[in-house]
């Protein structure tokens, strides 16, 4: 199973974009990348996922790049209410397997 | 309300008791997922369902607890003789076998927070 790094906390204000950074470096072939969102008290929430380049909706883009060990998930114009847990998960497509396996994330304040 | 619910939101119980949450996942998902997490930490993996079969159980998992799956529906998690190491919020989650395809995009119910006194 790839492993992921990620800082573990970052700030931002209302209205600047966050980019938030995840290592993968043993990446394998067939794995996609999947990130997360937790608000206190909540279950974590599906933000977005994507295998290569890059993958926009309407919450976050993610970039990945070539090598695709790193990947990077933007997000435009933060608000307060931005202020979660974000978590990277590197899964792979095998059939059964199971890779729904979080780390420590990363803590995003949001400041007025 | 078609997401993953779970039952009760809150259980405060004394050590010793047994507890058991419930799970009920979106409908047309087959695979379930129970975690724990505690304060600051991320979701800890417990045990996964493809359907009715247990397919994973964490190291975590010790025997005080068993989760069940019957008929591919609700899930059950029981833990036995709760110690106050067990308080933390219990977490399910659903999603759908897709075969060929990333299974990493689940559904998370809102949690069942445990507490041992």
């Known amino acids: 199973l790839a492993k992921t790094t990620q800082p573990i906390s970052m700030d931002s204000y209302e209205g600047q974009e966050v980019n938030i950074t995840c290592s993968h470096n043993?990446?394998?072939?067939?794995?996609?990348i999947t990130w997360y969102q937790q608000f206190p008290s909540q279950g974590p929430r599906f933000i977005i996922q994507?295998?290569?380049t890059k993958v926009t909706n309407e919450v976050a883009s993610l970039f990945i790049p070539a090598d695709r060990k790193s990947s990077t998930l933007s997000l435009p114009r933060v608000s307060l209410s931005d202020t979660a847990v974000y978590y990277c998960?590197?899964?792979?497509?095998?059939?059964?397997?199971?890779?729904?396996?979080f780390g420590a994330g990363t803590r995003l304040t949001v400041k007025p | 309300d078609t997401g993953v619910s779970q039952d009760p939101r809150h259980k405060i119980t004394k050590r010793g008791q047994n507890v058991t949450f419930r799970c009920d996942p979106i409908?047309?998902?087959?695979?379930l997922y129970w975690y724990r997490q505690t304060l600051g930490q991320g979701p800890e993996f417990l045990t996964y369902?493809?359907?009715?079969?247990?397919?994973?159980k964490s190291r975590l998992l010790s025997d005080r607890f068993s989760a069940e799956r019957p008929k591919g529906s609700f899930s059950t998690l029981e833990i036995q003789r709760t110690e106050q190491g067990d308080s933390a919020m219990y977490l399910c989650?659903?999603?759908?076998?897709?075969?060929?395809?990333?299974?990493?995009?689940?559904?998370f119910g809102q949690g069942t927070r445990l507490t041992v006194v």
């Open positions: 989650a659903s999603s759908r076998d897709r075969g060929l395809v990333s299974n990493t995009e689940a559904f």
């Open positions: 043993n990446i394998a072939t067939n794995d996609y």
């Open positions: 994507g295998y290569k």
């Open positions: 998960l590197v899964g792979d497509i095998e059939y059964n397997n199971n890779d729904m396996r």
């Open positions: 409908s047309e998902h087959n695979r």
């Open positions: 369902f493809q359907n009715e079969a247990q397919l994973e």
